[in-house]
């Protein structure tokens, strides 16, 4: 019987260091604002978070670092949201100031260019 629980025990231990590994690169995604990777690695929340779940449902890892990574999890997803709306407004803002540099260089050509007489 000891096999078995230590069996069990062991998966709800490498489903802990699975989400934490994916947690470290989602980490590490955001804080080089790598938003291909962060899309990229989302995709592997759910599936790291599911055997998660079951692992505490199977009673093979107890509630309390389940708990706390899924407020990590939480806290970093609010963090990311952050981070992509902070990204989004300087691309918009380099978005301006390239159609307000756009605009005087043809307001420039027009005026220094010569008109027929």
């Given at each position: ?11 709800g ?11 470290a ?6 804080a ?13 929340v ?5 055997p998660?779940?079951?692992?505490l ?35 918009e ?10 605009s ?11 008109r027929?007489?």
């Open positions: 019987m000891a096999d078995s629980q230590d069996g069990s025990r062991s998966e231990q490498s489903c802990l260091a699975n989400f934490d590994q994916l947690m690169d989602l980490g590490s995604a955001l080089n604002q790598d938003w291909d990777a962060l899309v990229s690695l989302s995709a592997g759910k599936p790291a978070t599911e998660l779940i079951a692992a449902e199977d009673g093979k890892i107890e509630p309390e670092p389940v708990r706390t990574r899924l407020e990590e999890l939480r806290q970093f997803l609010d963090t990311a949201g952050e981070g992509a709306a902070r990204a989004k407004a300087e691309a803002q380099a978005l301006k100031g390239v159609n307000r540099n756009r005087a260089a043809k307001a420039y050509q027009n005026v220094s260019t010569p027929p007489k």
